[in-house]
């Protein structure tokens, strides 16, 4: 569940090692007051402590999971989500549409939500709940990786997909993210990966497509003693092309951006228990528009 450069459909190889290294880059601005560079106390004020290395190094992980995903669904299709009926932007605040959440589970493992309306806050609230799905540590494991897969995409693109998420998802590439060949953090370690919907909005809907775009800020890396990819927060927007297929909405096909990024704030960095401890404890949600 990372973030240069935009990214549109996923046809590139990864590298690297969540690994397309351009969402690495961060911008921030400071106001300087009278009075210097200094807080209320007259102490020079601390920059925020930030490394880009390891910054694109983690992040990159991100990255590399969406472009795996659509590793299998290049090609065909119009790439501009702003056709076709499209909402202008500030036509949809993110805001409660009072529409009752689904309650449905789906067989996958982990189970995700199923049964949305075929309307446009339900295609709103499918595409959050897969952007979840997606950005979850249970997409580095093979079983569950295909669970999630066929839960969420379109059964016609599913199978190629699968092939090319096998190949992505190599030893090689968990060895780099710091797991094990069958997805398992060392003793000791936590692998954190979490995507959080911030909101979505409808770009365009016909009948039985529509193409949605969430707004999200995720977490990824290692949290344990001694980690050299530490957990690492980022900001991107996901496009996602659903399609009505067996009374619910699937995926066709997805890609990323970077962005909208805030200016990151000076909260001092928990350690990597507090973190561990809070992933562990915190469950997530099902979104509903």
């Not at 009072?98 to 309306?117: F, L, R």
Request: with cysteine; glycine share 16%.
């Amino acid at each position: 569940m990372s973030l240069g450069d935009e990214h549109g459909s996923y046809g590139g190889e990864p590298s690297g090692g969540r690994a397309d290294e351009s969402f690495g880059g961060t911008g921030q601005t400071r106001t300087r007051l009278p009075g210097g560079d200094t807080d209320a106390y007259g102490s020079p004020r601390r920059p925020p402590a930030r490394s880009s290395r390891s910054l694109i190094a983690v992040v990159g992980v991100v990255v590399l999971l969406i472009a795996a995903i659509a590793f299998a669904n290049r090609g065909g299709g119009d790439d501009d989500p702003s056709g076709g009926g499209g909402t202008e932007a500030g036509a949809q605040p993110t805001a409660a549409t009072g529409v009752k959440p689904v309650t449905g589970k789906n067989g996958a493992n982990p189970a995700i939500p199923s049964g949305y309306a075929k309307t446009e806050q339900g295609a709103q609230s499918a595409a959050a709940n897969y952007a979840v799905a997606l950005g979850s540590d249970g997409m580095f494991k093979a079983a569950t990786r295909r669970g999630i897969v066929e839960a969420i995409y379109d059964p016609a693109a599913a199978g190629a997909l699968m092939t090319g998420l096998d190949k992505a998802y190599s030893a090689g590439f968990l060895a780099n993210v710091g797991l094990s060949a069958d997805g398992t953090p060392p003793d000791g370690m936590t692998f954190v990966s979490r995507t959080v919907p911030v909101g979505t909005k409808v770009t365009a809907q016909n009948g039985d497509t529509a193409t949605v775009e969430v707004w999200c800020t995720g977490l990824v890396g290692l949290a344990g003693p001694d980690s050299t990819k530490p957990v690492t927060d980022t900001w991107f927007t996901m496009t996602e092309k659903l399609k009505w297929v067996g009374n619910d909405w699937k995926i066709e096909s997805s890609s990323q951006k970077e962005g909208p990024t805030p200016v990151n704030g000076d909260n001092r960095a928990s350690s990597a228990d507090e973190i561990a401890g809070a992933v562990q404890g915190y469950g997530g949600f099902t979104y509903a528009r």
